[in-house]
């Protein structure tokens, strides 16, 4: 059995080092703006036969198993062939289905929807609300059409503005953010300003996307791993420093969380696509200077410093 189907299709967009144009609208858009909202949804009593004619009138490929919006299961077409060769298509969906899904959150960025979509290789994912009511399902097809859009409303804009950019005025520009514990809702607000203020000041895209994605990645580590904190940005003349100071733990040897995978993220939090163990090492990656200074029930405090007069290919 299943958590989802075989039929996906993949999104060739990576989340680290695509241009700063996608990489802000994958940042932006949470899965609610992406979602299909119409969910199609079964009884747990329904027989196999029932949700096979149901997929088969509707073209899908997966359907969620559901009761007052809680999700309860899943039943891929998979498993419906399964139980048409082992002669078991008459019993219900509870007998069958599978239980233990892989969601997704509504007020996730569509960036993590992308890595579920890449890295799980399912057709359709459920999605939930806080509440953890059952309210919509996204598969490749939803991400790709709204991209799609999004980038053509994005170049219609950047031709409107283009000869209104504004040069480098040598001046110091301060920029300050607070980011709260488990807000995913609010996670990328702070490095999709930063990257506005970039653009205005025609600041080369190369130096835009290193910074975005510093920033973005210290954002996020504060948001899943931190009780709070703050991102400033202080946009110099000749650099970029990014300073993220939070109250949280603190971490017990730095050398060894700036390695690529190591993470202290609970089992929850790796159920919702964070905690990979890579915020810290791509800050430091896409960085030409990286300061780590922490102490345990004190806090961290890391700040990234990106020059402009270099494009950091190296970096990238």
Known sequence: MSDGNTLHEDIPISTVDSPSVVLELIYRLKIKDVMTSAVITAKKTDTLRHIQAVMRENYITGLPIAEDR??????SIDDIVTALDKGYIDDTA??????????LEDDMPVSFAISYLNKFRYGRFPVLNKNRE???????????????????????????????KAPPSGEVSEMDFKTTRYDFELAGHASTEIKKALKRLNIDPKIIRRIAIASYELEINQVVHSLGGTISCSIQPEKVIITAADKGPGIAD????????????NEWIRSLGFGAGMGLANTKRVSDEF?????????????????LNKNGEDNE
Do not use: C, F, P
């Open 291 to 307: 300061i780590i200074e922490s102490s345990q029930g004190a806090g961290t405090t890391v700040q990234s410093i990106i020059y």
């Open 254 to 265: 730095v050398e060894v969380a700036i390695q690529e995978g190591w993470s202290t993220a």
């Open 134 to 164: 059952l309210v919509g399902i996204l598969s490749s097809k939803d991400v790709i059409r709204t991209l799609l859009v999004e980038m053509n409303r994005e170049v219609l804009r950047l031709e409107k503005i283009q000869h209104e």
């Open 94 to 103: 509870e007998e069958r289905m599978t239980k233990n899904v892989i969601v």
């Open 70 to 75: 809680r999700l309860l299961g899943l039943v």
